[in-house]
């Protein structure tokens, strides 16, 4: 017998429909095909405000802006996560990498390289704009994330 068979195939596919339905096109192909929007035009590469990040798909939480640099890439850059990611080895396009995938969503987020700053452990996560929501400090309460506000001032 096999476990799941087609009912586990309709629920994924249903799963599928209604993200298609919730998400833009973009940020679909971004967290669920693995695509990888344009540099520089992306609403969070030179994000200047204070708060947090998470999955555009589940709301898991992944970094804060305290942890946000400009890397010059055209992607938000960050020096490490706040939230858990998952890592795996990546050999697409011809290249090798480290892609950076949420824990729980398992949404395609970006890839992680180790030339970011060396004072703040050396990692650049390079991450689309497109896999991420913002909430800015002063909507963490009522977006039911207050306790990240400890982490700003």
Same mark, same amino acid.
């Given at each position: 017998?096999?476990?799941?068979? !087609?009912?586990?195939?309709? &629920? ?5 429909? =209604? %993200?298609?339905?919730?998400? $833009?096109? %973009? ?16 609403? /969070?590469? !030179?994000? !200047?405000?204070? +708060?947090?990040?998470? &999955?555009? *798909?589940?709301? @898991? *939480? %992944?970094? $804060? $802006?305290?942890?946000?640099? !400009? =890397?010059?890439? +055209? ?8 939230g858990e990611v998952k890592e795996t080895f990546d050999t697409s396009h011809g290249m090798r990498r480290t892609e950076v995938r949420s824990k729980s969503a398992d949404s395609h987020l970006g890839h992680v390289f180790d030339d +970011?700053?060396? @004072?703040?452990? +050396?990692?650049? /996560? ?5 896999? %991420?929501?913002?909430?800015?400090? &002063? ?15």
């Amino acid at each position: 017998m096999e476990i799941g068979g !087609d009912n586990m195939k309709d &629920d994924n596919k249903k799963n599928k429909e =209604a %993200l298609k339905k919730r998400l $833009t096109p %973009l940020q679909y192909k971004v967290t669920q095909e693995n695509a990888t929007e344009p540099p520089f035009a992306n609403p /969070y590469h !030179d994000n !200047d405000k204070e +708060g947090i990040y998470v &999955d555009v *798909v589940s709301g @898991e *939480v %992944l970094f $804060t $802006t305290n942890e946000q640099y !400009d =890397a010059g890439c +055209g992607w938000p850059s960050f020096t490490k996560p706040v939230g858990e990611v998952k890592e795996t080895f990546d050999t697409s396009h011809g290249m090798r990498r480290t892609e950076v995938r949420s824990k729980s969503a398992d949404s395609h987020l970006g890839h992680v390289f180790d030339d +970011g700053p060396e @004072e703040k452990g +050396g990692m650049r /996560y390079c991450i689309n704009s497109a896999s %991420l929501r913002f909430i800015p400090v &002063d909507a963490l309460e009522k977006e039911g994330y207050g306790e990240y506000k400890k982490h700003f001032k």
